[in-house]
C-alpha cells in the first residue's frame, strides 16, 4: 500500500505521520521539539530527524508533503520566512529534504495545508468556495476559490490576520508593528492585553483576584481555562473577543463571498464562550446577499491531524488525486 508522509511544522513541535490515499493516518504519529535555540540548523534537523523516524515504519513511500509555517513559495519549494527562527531567508527547504531522504517532496503553507486537510476529509468536504481561518496565538487564513487554492503573485494571500479593523487604536500593537490589525484584536494574544486593561480601568480586580494577585500568570490559555470554570470577567473577555473576531469574519464574507468558513486554531477550544457573538456579529455587519450565503462553522478535524493530511493531501495531489 503506497503512502504519503504529511509533516507538520508548527511554531512549537513538528509532527508527521503516514497517510493513505483514503485519508487515513496509518500508524503512530512522530513529533519532535526543536531543541535549543530555534535556528534554522536546529530547526532543519529536527525536521529531517521526526522525517527519518517516520520512514522506518513504511517501505512504500510515494512522497512527502510539509506544512511550514510563514511565507511559502510553493512553486520553487522554498520557505522565504517562517517568524521565529533565526538565519531564515528563502530555504529550498522541498530540495534539502528530497536530497536527505531521496523520496519527491514538496511544501506549502501551514494554514493553507490545514485547508487542504479539511477539504479532503474535514468540515468543507464537497465546498469549493470556502476560507479556512486559524485563530490561535496568530491569526492566519487560506483561500479555496473554485475548489482551488489562491496563493497570490508572491505566495501571500490570504493575510488576512493584518487586515485593519480598528485604525488608530494603539492599545493592540500586532507582532508585525502595526496596531489595529485583526491579529492583535481578536487572537489568543489579545486576551491577556484585554485582561490587563479591565485590570488597569478597575473593573478586573475579581479577575486579579481570582488569579491571586500574580498579574503575569493571565495568558490566553489561563482566560480561557478561566471562563471554562465560570469566571464572569474571563467570559466577558471572550465575548469582547469573539465581537472583533466577527468583525474581521464580516470583512471575509464581504470580500470572498464564501459559502462557507471554517474556523480552527487553539482558540476554538474556547468557541463555546465566544462563537455565538461572533457569529452575530459577522452577520450583522457583513452585506446581507453574501452574508446570507456564508456559513461559519468550526473545524471539524483534529487539530494534530488536520496538518498532517492536507501536508499528504499535497502529495497525492501531486502524483494522483486523493479519492473524493
Known amino acids: 500500500m503506497q503512502l504519503a508522509l504529511g509533516v507538520d511544522c508548527g511554531g512549537t513541535r513538528i509532527r508527521c505521520g503516514l497517510v493513505n490515499r483514503d485519508g487515513e493516518i496509518v500508524g503512530a504519529l512522530h513529533q519532535r521539539e526543536p531543541r535549543g535555540e530555534k535556528t534554522r540548523a536546529t530547526y532543519v534537523r529536527a525536521i529531517i530527524t521526526t522525517i527519518t523516524d517516520a520512514l522506518r515504519d513504511a517501505n512504500q513511500v510515494a512522497g512527502i508533503g ?40 514538496w511544501i506549502e503553507n501551514d494554514v493553507r495545508v490545514a485547508a487542504l486537510g479539511e477539504h479532503w476529509r474535514g468540515a468543507a468536504q464537497g465546498v469549493d468556495d470556502f476560507v479556512f481561518v486559524i485563530l490561535g496565538t496568530g491569526i492566519g487564513a487560506a483561500i479555496f476559490r473554485e475548489g482551488k487554492l489562491a496563493r497570490g503573485i508572491s505566495s501571500s494571500a490570504g493575510e488576512w490576520g493584518h487586515t485593519i479593523i480598528a485604525f488608530g487604536d494603539q492599545n493592540f500593537r500586532c507582532d508585525c508593528g502595526q496596531f489595529g490589525h485583526w491579529e492583535a484584536l481578536a487572537s489568543g494574544k489579545s486576551l491577556a492585553r484585554r485582561a490587563q486593561q479591565w485590570i488597569e480601568s478597575g473593573r478586573g480586580q475579581a479577575l486579579l483576584d481570582y488569579a491571586g494577585g500574580a498579574r503575569d500568570q493571565i495568558t490566553g490559555q489561563w482566560i480561557a481555562n478561566a471562563a471554562w470554570q465560570g469566571n464572569p470577567i474571563a467570559i466577558e473577555i471572550l465575548r469582547e473577543t469573539g465581537t472583533y473576531i466577527g468583525i474581521g469574519l464580516a470583512n471575509i464574507i464581504n470580500v470572498e463571498n464564501p459559502a462557507l468558513i471554517v474556523l480552527g486554531g487553539g482558540m476554538i477550544e474556547s468557541a463555546n464562550v465566544w462563537l455565538e457573538t461572533a457569529h452575530a456579529a459577522a452577520l450583522k455587519l457583513a452585506m446581507k446577499h453574501p ?25 497525492w495531489d501531486q502524483i494522483g488525486k486523493p479519492n473524493q
Open 291 to 315: 452574508a446570507s450565503s456564508a456559513r461559519i462553522i468550526p473545524s471539524a478535524l483534529n487539530a494534530n491531524h488536520a496538518g498532517i493530511l492536507g501536508a499528504a493531501a499535497c502529495v
Open 66 to 105: 510539509i506544512g511550514m509555517k510563514g511565507l511559502v513559495d510553493h512553486a520553487r519549494g522554498v520557505s522565504i520566512y517562517p517568524p521565529g527562527i533565526a538565519d531564515w531567508q528563502n530555504v529550498p527547504l522541498a530540495e534539502l529534504i528530497r536530497r536527505e531522504t531521496g523520496l519527491p517532496t
